[in-house]
Structures are given as structure tokens and as C-alpha cells.
């Protein structure tokens, strides 16, 4: 369930979307986290290309894992 704090946070020009980015600066070895069009956290590093390919490691495997729960309940019934 929204709340009036969620529906305050989402963007209305993209209609019931919300976006996040992981931006990594090669030439300052930083990455930005972009939420919803706002910068939330930027990490300065001297290993950030790493950190950014576990981070994308991270999101790829939590969404797959997700996406096969879900089918799993529809195949289930």
C-alpha cells in the first residue's frame, strides 16, 4: 500500500514509474547512486569499476531470483 510519502517521492511526468541508476565515473573512480532523478549516495573508491560490476551482480541475481519466485506461483496453480 502507498503511502502519502511514497506518492510524494514518484516522479508524475512518468506515469507510475519509478528508475534507479548506479553511475561509474571511470575518470574519478566514483559511483552515484540516482534515485527517482535525485542523486542519493556517491562513492569514491579506488576499486570502483569492482564495486560496480558486484553491484550489478547483486541486482541481476535479487531481480532473477524474484522473476523465477513469481513464475513458480503461477505455474503452481
Request: hydrophobic share 45%.
Amino acid at each position: 500500500m502507498m503511502t502519502e510519502n511514497d506518492l510524494k517521492r514518484v516522479d508524475t511526468r512518468v506515469k507510475a514509474k519509478e528508475l534507479f541508476t548506479i553511475e561509474l565515473d571511470h575518470a574519478n573512480n566514483t559511483l552515484t547512486f540516482i534515485g527517482i532523478g535525485m542523486i542519493m549516495n556517491v562513492v569514491k573508491t579506488f576499486k570502483a569499476e569492482s564495486l560496480f560490476e558486484r553491484m550489478l551482480k547483486v541486482a541481476k541475481f535479487k531481480f532473477l531470483k524474484m522473476r523465477d519466485a513469481s513464475r513458480k506461483e503461477y505455474i503452481g496453480k
